[in-house]
């Protein structure tokens, strides 16, 4: 084989290194490049406008190779000032002429531009594709979080939601929302009250049980329930004085309304139902007033001391102040006072009556579920104790028991169901109607925060997205001129090598 056809392959990260062994450049290069690169520097800041020229100083470093095509440029812009010896009197074109002639002296162009190319193989396309694979690893990221958070917000929206269906509320203006919903509360109450008087027969069953186990009378156990289911939903003051009030002053609920999106204010709501008696019958009105009377008005005759030993009175005046006096006269017609405070209530919404009507609905439920079990357990003892008993505990069986333990069930469910419970808490709990509005509004927060977060997320993706369309492009030009400048050296180095084949291979086979 032809000497002169066998390629010379150079590794790229060895060229520097083989140029130096081969003597081609020096070893203390680097301290004469230093002249080279002011020239250049202060030659840049007189240049004259063209368009090759702008394309070769935008956004790359020149080197050797650069200045051969600005100098061709400048034979173009400068030949005006070319005189008949063929030499240029332009400054530029002396200023370019002797930065070549520096470099071209021991092939200092040679080892810069290998420098340059080692640099860009190993450092800057790897850094900046190193930097784009960093922004599309940051997308995918951001994106897989957005994911995260979009499954956090959906299940604290769905909480959130599940708590306002169960409140019956829309969840804009909470507290508002909460406190209007009271308004339902005797409706409610109405209903559970009717619900439970579906429990009189267990309720007679279980007093007859009493009754015949024990001395105790049937008067005495679970009163309340017995009064609830015979008299219905009234007040607690009518329950606890066995008449009924001449009117009925609740107790007004102050609740602050303190929602974001409302006024700050205190709200006094009285959810009393106002009471209206009408008018009084005239012809069954008593009038109490009392009116001054003369001596005339009234004929009292006298008194006898002699027969019936009293002291004779002489009645001149007879107009007498009853509250000076001290005696309250209460109207006749409607029996009862006023029906205040906690007496206001009526006995389900009243807190200390309603726990009672629940402990009596719980008590009948124990005693039902008791009485299933011995009856499921066939047991010869339970026989033997009801030879006795009255009708109403013989004839029982497992299917009327379970009916009757039904019936409680769901009476207790009425008043139970959270929210009956949460509109009971909030009418008597200012503490609790905040802690809910709270827990509602901290859902809200949450949802809001991962907005938020999401938001960042996706401004972060569009920042990453921008950065690397600005990066692929200088990828590319560097990618581009660090092969153009492979070829020129190749061309080079073949050229002091009699044209053999110059190869530069390894890592500037893999950009």
């Not at 002169?4 to 130096?20: A, S, V």
């Not at 999106?261 to 009408?278: L, M, P, R, Y």
């Amino acid at each position: 084989m032809d000497e002169q056809n066998i390629p010379i392959d150079i590794n790229t990260n060895k060229l520097l290194e083989w140029l130096i062994s081969r003597r081609h450049v020096n070893k203390d290069w680097h301290t004469n490049i230093i002249k080279v690169r002011e020239k250049i520097n202060n030659a840049i800041q007189d240049m004259p406008v063209h368009e090759g020229i702008v394309r070769l100083l935008s956004g790359q470093h020149i080197n050797y190779f650069h200045c051969l095509k600005i100098v061709e440029i400048l034979k173009e812009t400068e030949a005006d000032t070319k005189n008949l010896f063929g030499r240029y009197g332009s400054q530029r074109m002396k200023d370019w002429l002797e930065i070549l002639q520096l470099y071209q002296k021991d092939n200092l162009y040679l080892a810069e531009s290998s420098q340059i190319l080692m640099r860009n193989v190993s450092y800057e396309v790897q850094s900046l594709r190193k930097q784009i694979a960093k922004l599309e690893q940051t997308q995918v990221e951001c994106e897989k979080k957005i994911k995260d958070y979009t499954k956090a917000e959906n299940s604290v929206q769905s909480e959130f939601n599940i708590s306002c269906k169960q409140l019956g509320i829309d969840g804009k203006k909470i507290k508002k929302e909460l406190v209007n919903m009271l308004s339902d509360l005797p409706e409610i109450y109405e209903k559970a009250a009717e619900t439970i008087k579906v429990v009189e027969p267990a309720l007679e069953l279980y007093l007859a049980f009493i009754h015949f186990h024990s001395d105790q009378r049937k008067e005495e156990a679970l009163p309340l329930l017995k009064y609830l289911i015979k008299n219905g939903n009234t007040t607690t003051y009518e329950y606890t004085y066995g008449e009924k009030p001449v009117s009925i002053e609740e107790p007004p609920l102050k609740i602050e309304i303190d929602d974001s999106d409302e006024e700050k204010n205190s709200e006094e709501i009285d959810f009393a139902d106002d009471i209206d008696f009408g008018d009084v019958n005239t012809e069954n009105n008593v009038n109490f007033e009392i009116s001054p009377m003369s001596e005339g008005d009234i004929d009292w005759g006298t008194l006898n001391t002699i027969e019936d030993d009293f002291e004779i009175v002489e009645h001149v005046d007879l107009d007498i102040n009853l509250e000076e006096s001290g005696i309250v006269v209460e109207k006749s017609g409607l029996d009862g006072g006023v029906a205040k405070e906690n007496d206001a209530y009526t006995l389900l919404d009243n807190p200390s009556t309603q726990d009672l009507v629940l402990n009596d609905l719980m008590e009948l439920k124990a005693f039902l579920n008791m009485r299933l079990y011995e009856m499921s357990s066939e047991s010869d003892l339970l026989s033997m104790s009801q030879i006795d008993a009255p009708t109403i505990l013989q004839m029982q069986t497992i299917e009327s028991l379970t009916s009757m333990s039904d019936c409680v069930t769901v009476a207790l469910n009425e008043l139970l169901n959270k929210r009956t419970q949460h509109l009971h808490n909030i009418k008597h709990s200012a503490r609790y109607v905040d802690l809910l509005a709270a827990s509602l509004k901290q859902k809200l927060n949450a949802i809001q925060r991962i907005k938020d977060s999401k938001q960042v997320l996706e401004e972060k993706i569009g920042e990453a997205q921008i950065e690397i369309k600005k990066l692929q492009p200088v990828v590319a030009t560097v990618i581009v001129n660090t092969k153009a400048l492979q070829r020129n050296i190749e061309e080079d180095i073949s050229k002091k090598y009699k044209g053999r084949p110059v190869n530069i291979i390894g890592g500037i086979n893999m950009i």
